[in-house]
């Protein structure tokens, strides 16, 4: 070989070292870029999501509460009706007891 072939061919290995060393670079620069997007959409969608199971809890805590202050109202009311009924059958059982002695004339 001569050394104008020589030149040639060492000149072109050279700008394909240089473009290769120059492309590769690049594509690690956007290789940490998507890296990087991705991580931030991803902290993102973890924020985002743990926003929406905070929010989900409070939902829950809230008609967990009202269920129970519900279920406590009408447990007091039930109570509170029961006693009526038990009361009013008492006072019903000795308005009769009292009118069957009176027809059968015994004493209280």
Do not use: P, Y
């Not at 006693?83 to 059968?104: C, E, P, Q, S, Y």
């Amino acid at each position: 070989m001569n050394s104008k072939k020589t030149f040639r061919m060492l000149l072109v290995c050279a700008m394909f070292a240089a473009f290769s060393s120059t492309a590769c670079a690049a594509q690690d620069g956007s290789g940490q870029s998507i890296k990087q997007d991705a991580k931030t959409a991803g902290h993102g969608i973890a924020d985002r999501a743990r926003d929406v199971g905070h929010a989900t809890k409070h939902v829950a805590t809230k008609v967990g509460h009202g269920g129970k202050e519900a279920g406590v109202g009408i447990g007091h009311g039930a109570k509170k009706a029961g006693l009526g009924i038990g009361h009013g059958a008492r006072d019903g059982w000795n308005a009769t007891k009292h009118a069957v002695k009176k027809v059968f004339n015994k004493g209280d």
